[in-house]
Nanobody, 123 residues
């Protein structure tokens, strides 16, 4: 199994920006689809965005479309989530996860997870 390590979480004001990073260890990033998920207190973990392995496809939850951008740098074994125009509802622990083949919106289809990074949006 690959290991994933997230970083970049912080506390920002509404309207602010953050870039999260997800570094992959133990295998080549290019072989995996990587998803970003988030979990707010008292809520279920939900998919935010995903980038496919070979196709380079990307998808986003409706709640973040136009504000979040996922990208990958296979040479650095790293996936990024650029977040702009942050709102308080974006407050959550953000996780990245890996699976072979294509993206999925089901958290149960991802076998390797990072430890999470906290994003807090508050004035």
């Amino acid at each position: 199994q690959v290991q994933l390590v997230e970083s970049g979480g912080d506390s920002v004001q509404p309207g602010g920006s953050l870039r999260l990073s997800c570094r992959i260890y133990g295998d080549f990033l290019g072989d995996y689809a990587i998803g970003w998920f988030r979990q707010a207190p008292g809520k279920e973990r939900e998919v935010v965005s995903c980038t496919g392995s070979s196709s380079g496809s990307t998808n986003y939850a409706d709640s973040v479309k136009g504000r979040f951008t996922i990208s990958r740098d296979n040479a650095k074994n790293t996936v990024y989530l650029q977040m702009v125009s942050l709102i308080p509802e974006d407050t959550a622990v953000y996780y990245c996860a890996a699976r072979t083949y294509s993206c999925s919106t089901d958290v149960r289809n991802f076998g390797s997870w990072g430890q999470g990074t906290q994003v807090t949006v508050s004035s």
